[in-house]
């Protein structure tokens, strides 16, 4: 299962998958258009902070061995 193979990534680095704290979104370039969408739904049910990330984000934070910063993967720059 391909989210499972990004969760065991995202366990790897030391993040965890936690419903009540959120703090990014990981999207594949197929979810893109859903974007818009899903941060309304979030800011509505108060995630407000929570950052929009291309899976490229976590390949490098992979290939890094750290979380690298998130300003040149957030969806919302790929988008427009």
Do not use: A
Request: proline share 0%; glycine share 4%.
């Amino acid at each position: 299962n391909e989210i499972e193979h990004y969760e065991d990534i995202v366990k790897l680095l030391g993040g965890k998958n936690e419903n009540d704290n959120v703090t990014h979104l990981i999207l594949s370039e197929k979810y893109y258009h859903n974007y818009e969408k899903m941060k309304q739904e979030l800011d509505k049910n108060n995630y407000k902070n929570v950052k929009f990330v291309t899976l490229n984000w976590l390949t490098d934070c992979c290939f890094n061995g750290e979380k690298v910063d998130e300003e040149d993967y957030l969806v919302e720059k790929q988008i427009n």
